[in-house]
Protein backbone atom coordinates (compact mmCIF):
# COMPACT_ATOMS: atom_id res chain seq x y z
CA UNK A 1 0.00 0.00 0.00
CA UNK A 2 1.74 3.19 -1.23
CA UNK A 3 1.73 5.90 1.48
CA UNK A 4 3.32 9.51 1.38
CA UNK A 5 3.02 11.34 4.33
CA UNK A 6 3.70 15.30 4.25
CA UNK A 7 5.09 17.16 6.80
CA UNK A 8 7.24 20.87 7.07
CA UNK A 9 4.06 23.20 7.10
CA UNK A 10 3.55 26.12 9.51
CA UNK A 11 2.98 29.53 9.75
CA UNK A 12 5.36 31.99 8.71
CA UNK A 13 5.30 35.81 7.71
CA UNK A 14 5.65 37.20 4.46
CA UNK A 15 9.19 36.81 2.76
CA UNK A 16 9.66 33.92 4.93
CA UNK A 17 10.75 30.21 4.03
CA UNK A 18 9.78 26.85 4.68
CA UNK A 19 11.07 23.07 3.59
CA UNK A 20 8.56 20.67 2.93
CA UNK A 21 8.79 16.92 2.74
CA UNK A 22 6.95 14.06 1.85
CA UNK A 23 8.16 10.55 2.69
CA UNK A 24 7.51 7.44 0.35
CA UNK A 25 6.31 4.08 1.39
CA UNK A 26 4.85 0.98 -0.29
CA UNK A 27 6.54 0.97 -3.84
CA UNK A 28 9.86 1.76 -5.86
CA UNK A 29 10.32 5.44 -4.79
CA UNK A 30 13.06 5.59 -7.73
CA UNK A 31 10.73 4.38 -10.35
CA UNK A 32 8.01 7.45 -10.42
CA UNK A 33 7.98 11.29 -10.48
CA UNK A 34 6.95 12.80 -7.57
CA UNK A 35 4.89 16.23 -7.43
CA UNK A 36 3.80 19.02 -5.14
CA UNK A 37 0.25 20.71 -5.61
CA UNK A 38 -1.38 22.96 -3.43
CA UNK A 39 -5.31 23.65 -2.77
CA UNK A 40 -6.26 27.25 -1.18
CA UNK A 41 -9.95 27.45 0.65
CA UNK A 42 -12.51 27.81 -2.49
CA UNK A 43 -10.57 26.76 -4.87
CA UNK A 44 -8.98 24.17 -7.00
CA UNK A 45 -6.18 22.14 -6.47
CA UNK A 46 -3.04 23.48 -8.81
CA UNK A 47 0.06 22.11 -9.11
CA UNK A 48 3.23 23.55 -8.22
CA UNK A 49 6.30 21.77 -8.72
CA UNK A 50 7.22 17.90 -10.20
CA UNK A 51 10.87 15.82 -10.37
CA UNK A 52 11.40 13.01 -12.72
CA UNK A 53 12.08 9.44 -11.34
CA UNK A 54 15.89 10.37 -11.37
CA UNK A 55 15.87 13.57 -10.28
CA UNK A 56 17.01 15.00 -13.72
CA UNK A 57 14.17 16.88 -14.44
CA UNK A 58 12.38 19.54 -12.81
CA UNK A 59 9.15 21.46 -13.53
CA UNK A 60 7.72 24.48 -12.05
CA UNK A 61 4.47 26.55 -12.21
CA UNK A 62 4.99 29.80 -13.34
CA UNK A 63 4.27 31.54 -10.32
CA UNK A 64 6.94 29.83 -7.76
CA UNK A 65 10.05 29.78 -10.98
CA UNK A 66 12.65 30.95 -8.96
CA UNK A 67 11.17 30.81 -5.94
CA UNK A 68 10.73 27.00 -5.32
CA UNK A 69 12.91 24.22 -5.71
CA UNK A 70 12.04 20.29 -5.76
CA UNK A 71 14.27 17.74 -4.84
CA UNK A 72 14.58 13.99 -4.01
CA UNK A 73 16.24 12.10 -1.99
CA UNK A 74 16.39 8.79 -3.05
CA UNK A 75 18.34 7.11 0.27
CA UNK A 76 15.80 8.77 2.22
CA UNK A 77 12.30 8.04 -0.06
CA UNK A 78 11.73 11.70 0.30
CA UNK A 79 11.20 14.45 -1.89
CA UNK A 80 11.79 18.26 -0.93
CA UNK A 81 10.03 21.33 -1.53
CA UNK A 82 11.80 24.85 -0.44
CA UNK A 83 10.04 27.23 -0.67
CA UNK A 84 11.56 31.14 -0.43
CA UNK A 85 10.76 34.46 -0.30
CA UNK A 86 6.54 33.30 0.51
CA UNK A 87 3.77 35.83 0.35
CA UNK A 88 0.19 35.20 1.51
CA UNK A 89 -1.12 34.07 -1.92
CA UNK A 90 1.00 30.82 -0.84
CA UNK A 91 -1.34 29.89 1.71
CA UNK A 92 -2.76 26.97 1.03
CA UNK A 93 -2.50 23.33 1.77
CA UNK A 94 -0.06 21.58 -0.13
CA UNK A 95 0.21 17.85 -1.08
CA UNK A 96 2.86 15.53 -2.49
CA UNK A 97 1.71 13.24 -4.64
CA UNK A 98 3.26 9.90 -6.94
CA UNK A 99 3.16 9.23 -10.55
CA UNK A 100 1.01 6.38 -12.14
CA UNK A 101 3.43 3.56 -12.56
CA UNK A 102 5.10 3.63 -15.75
CA UNK A 103 3.81 7.11 -16.69
CA UNK A 104 5.92 8.98 -18.82
CA UNK A 105 4.80 12.43 -19.32
CA UNK A 106 7.58 15.90 -20.45
CA UNK A 107 5.93 17.96 -17.17
CA UNK A 108 3.91 16.01 -14.75
CA UNK A 109 1.96 18.78 -14.20
CA UNK A 110 -1.92 17.54 -14.33
CA UNK A 111 -3.41 15.71 -11.37
CA UNK A 112 -4.49 12.76 -13.27
CA UNK A 113 -1.02 12.02 -13.88
CA UNK A 114 -0.77 11.06 -9.99
CA UNK A 115 -2.51 8.18 -8.33
CA UNK A 116 -1.01 8.57 -4.78
CA UNK A 117 -1.77 11.18 -2.59
CA UNK A 118 -0.57 12.49 1.00
CA UNK A 119 -3.05 13.62 3.69
CA UNK A 120 -1.49 17.82 2.85
CA UNK A 121 0.22 19.53 5.19
CA UNK A 122 -0.74 23.65 5.86
CA UNK A 123 1.15 26.34 5.04
CA UNK A 124 -0.36 29.52 6.50
CA UNK A 125 1.93 33.05 5.08
CA UNK A 126 0.90 36.15 6.78
CA UNK A 127 1.43 39.95 6.05
Known amino acids: QVQLIESGGGSVQSGGSLRLSCAAS????????MGWFRQAPGKEREFVAS????????YYADFVKGRFAISRDSAANTVYLQMNRLTPDDTAVYYC????????????????????WGQGTQVTVSS
Open 97 to 116: AQSRPAWRSPFYSRKDEYDA
Open 51 to 58: ITWNGGDT
Open 26 to 33: GRPFNSYA
